[in-house]
């Protein structure tokens, strides 16, 4: 199984540019989430999908839009990149509330 | 409010030995989740161990164990016999509500040859 697949690893954006990130999970999960990591802050949740066709924000939702396109996938969008976004942003999913986190392996954004 | 603390931002411990990382966390809810994951320098979130916390006994998964003392709110790592592979950070991580997962600022473990 190829778990949570997050696409691009890498990205290099100019501030105003506009970029999705991707992620898809094949475990059949009904929850995701996005995620950014910054040096000294752990992870900080962006938004969540709680199941097929629902989307919330999480704690800094600011400068992001979200789409749970299917069961599947759910992508993250920056309509136009700030250098404060530059960060490392992970995927995640689970079954149910009592599972664990499964996370992609990252993909690490640098807004110039 | 829910909040996660990982108050040792580094940690260093030589090969075979002990090394505990500590966690403390609040929460207004008797039913949560808790759970220790570790990010290698790959980059990837691997979980380690989780702990249910209406359950009395105390977690293990081979080397890992938990120190789960809910009065205190507190919630250790105990890393066993380390290894060169257990260099990481180590992120403590409270599920709180239905959906809501909270993330500690993490600990830097270096292992010494």
């Known amino acids: 199984n190829a778990g949570v697949t997050q696409t691009p690893k890498f990205q290099v954006l100019k501030t105003g540019q506009s970029m999705t990130l991707q992620c898809a999970q094949d475990?059949?999960?009904?929850?995701m989430y996005w995620y950014r990591q910054d040096p000294g802050m752990g992870l900080r949740l962006i938004y969540y999908s709680a199941s097929e066709g629902t989307t919330d924000k999480g704690e800094v939702p600011n400068g992001y839009n979200v789409s749970r396109l299917n069961k599947r996938e759910f992508s993250l969008r920056l309509e136009s990149a700030a250098p404060s976004q530059t960060s490392v942003y992970f995927c995640a999913s689970r079954r149910d509330r009592d599972s664990p986190l499964h996370f992609g392996n990252g993909t690490r954004l640098t807004v110039t | 409010a829910q909040t996660v603390t990982q108050s040792q931002p580094e940690m260093s411990v030589q090969e075979a030995e002990t090394v505990t990382l500590s966690c403390t966390y609040d929460t207004s809810e008797s039913d949560y989740y808790l759970f220790w994951y570790k990010q290698p320098p790959s980059r990837q979130m691997i979980l380690v161990i989780r702990q249910e916390a209406y359950k009395q006994q105390n977690a293990t998964e081979n080397r890992f164990s938990v120190n789960f003392q809910k009065a205190a709110k507190s919630f250790s790592l105990k890393i066993s016999d380390s290894q060169l592979g257990d260099a990481a950070m180590y992120f403590c991580a409270l599920r709180t509500g239905t959906y809501k997962y909270i993330f500690g600022t993490g600990t830097r473990l270096k292992v010494l040859a």
């Open positions: 475990m059949n999960h009904n929850s």
